[in-house]
């Protein structure tokens, strides 16, 4: 069973960046997805960023393409989400999610993971 456990949040101000970091374990397959989804409050929960982790091909949605990137380190079984020029309405609570299942190649929505961390805060403020 994949197991997910963020960390890197925290508050900073429009502008500034923020990386976070999802350990990823218990995952013995070859092929899967690790991504970001957030959830800001009153709000639906929207995909963020994926990578693939049998070809390290990288997808972003439109609202952080160009200001956030996703990477990870097979080593660590970590991946990153490096987001900068961050605004306030970038607040949300972000998680690390996986996919496990067919691949899909394209941008992955909330729907598509099947595994998920308990989530990380970050706050923008202007």
């Known amino acids: 069973q994949v197991q997910l456990q963020e960390s890197g949040g925290g508050s900073v101000q429009a502008g500034g960046s923020l990386r976070l970091s999802c350990v990823v374990s218990g995952y013995t397959g070859s092929r899967a997805y690790v991504g970001w989804v957030r959830q800001a409050p009153g709000k639906e929960r929207e995909g963020v960023a994926s990578i693939s982790t049998f070809g390290l091909s990288t997808y972003y949605f439109d609202s952080v393409k160009g200001r956030f990137t996703i990477s990870m380190d097979k080593a660590k079984n970590t991946v990153y989400l490096q987001m900068n020029s961050l605004q306030p309405e970038d607040t949300a609570m972000y998680y690390c999610?996986?996919?496990?299942?067919?691949?899909?190649?394209?941008?992955?929505?909330?729907?598509?993971?099947?595994?998920w961390g308990q989530g990380t805060q970050v706050t923008v403020s202007s």
């Open positions: 999610a996986a996919r496990t299942r067919s691949p899909l190649f394209r941008p992955l929505q909330s729907d598509d993971y099947d595994a």
